[in-house]
């Protein structure tokens, strides 16, 4: 069982919750999650991910706080590029987190946890101004043309995404548009229609672009 619910600054907090250990698939949305495992007391970081991978997951519940797309690093202290692909302890980030352990352990809700220390870290260190406008338009311009709106040269452009995303521009609007096809598939809208809402030449397409990203096609993706 999945289930998320919104909170002030993040993208979300999410709880999984399984009765026995579990395969589930993992694809690219251009976030970054601080996760705790209830089962072993573990606080890990997965960073943005370029391609789609297949984890297993102990009975348990998992807990955890997702930070949007270009958002989490500046909590993190390292820049996004350093985290791409990558599933790292949070104390390798933060140092010594004991006392952080000791309040998840014996939360009620782990989530409200991980979200209010989330939350301090991003009021002491804020995002790049930049990345609003970088994810909101990378979609729709060029990334000549969003360097010049931005008063960047694409070669600041691209350092700057890589720092905040973890991606160069190309790659985020790859992977900012495949979340936005599987979030419409989930909802039950048509293949055909998904590819011409989310900016594919075809359907055709959208089914390259699944494969390759997720690393299997859009049907099976969103099977229940």
Do not use: N
């Amino acid at each position: 069982m999945y289930e998320e619910r919104p909170f002030p600054g993040l993208a979300c907090v999410w709880r999984r919750t399984t009765s026995s250990p579990a395969v589930g698939r993992v694809v690219p949305d251009g976030c970054t999650d601080i996760i705790y495992s209830a089962t072993t007391g573990d606080v890990f970081v997965a960073g943005p991910d370029t391609v789609g991978h297949v984890t297993r997951m102990a009975s348990g519940a998992l807990f955890g706080v997702r930070f949007g797309p270009g958002v989490g690093p500046s909590a993190f202290g390292v820049p996004a590029v350093e985290l791409r692909d990558q599933r790292v302890p949070l104390a390798a980030l933060w140092g010594p987190s004991a006392r952080l352990e000791d309040a998840l352990g014996s939360a009620d809700d782990p989530c409200s946890v991980l979200a209010s220390v989330a939350s301090t870290r991003l009021r002491t260190t804020p995002p790049d101004p930049a990345v609003g406008a970088i994810a909101s338009a990378v979609s729709s311009v060029g990334v000549a043309e969003l360097a010049r709106s931005l008063g960047l040269s694409t070669r600041q452009l691209h350092r700057r995404s890589l720092a905040a995303f973890g991606y160069g521009p190309k790659v985020l609007h790859r992977v900012l548009r495949f979340d936005r096809a599987v979030k419409l598939a989930w909802a039950g809208v048509p293949f055909a229609d998904v590819a011409h809402r989310t900016g594919y030449s075809d359907q055709a397409h959208l089914s390259r672009e699944v494969r390759e990203l997720a690393g299997v096609p859009l049907g099976q993706l969103i099977r229940p």
